[in-house]
């Protein structure tokens, strides 16, 4: 099981920002990174997905409010949550498909909430 680490979440009021962080262990050549969500009682969904040096894509739910970024040196990918809504309050998971050397994997993080209320 390869460690993801997030951190960030917490609680914001409607209007506020989050940024989320998931790092991944060192020495890691990230391919393909994405961020989802699950609500209670409701599937795990994805929020934005990004091809290293490809293309970007985002649910229409967070279009203009949520971007996807990578730090190729800190081994670590973001997600910055702008213009947070009460339907954005769910548990965040990062999943990672990165190579080390000649190994690869893919692995989910541990998911952290997000609690958006007033």
């Known amino acids: 099981q390869v460690p993801l680490v997030e951190s960030g979440g917490g609680s914001v009021q409607p209007g506020g920002s989050l940024r989320l962080s998931c790092a991944a262990p060192?020495?890691?050549?990230?391919?393909?990174m994405g961020w989802y969500r699950q609500a209670p009682g409701k599937q795990r969904d994805l929020v934005a997905r990004?091809?290293?040096?490809?293309?970007?894509d985002y649910a229409d739910s967070v279009k203009g409010r949520f971007t996807i970024s990578q730090d190729n040196d800190k081994n670590t990918v973001y997600l910055q949550m702008t213009s947070l809504k009460f339907e954005d309050t769910a548990v965040y998971y990062c999943?990672?498909?990165?190579?080390?050397?000649?190994?690869?994997?893919?692995?989910w993080g541990q998911g952290i909430q997000v609690t958006v209320s007033s």
């Open positions: 999943n990672i498909e990165a190579a080390i050397s000649t190994w690869t994997y893919a692995a």
């Open positions: 060192a020495g890691s050549s990230m391919n393909v």
């Open positions: 990004m091809i290293s040096g490809g293309s970007v």
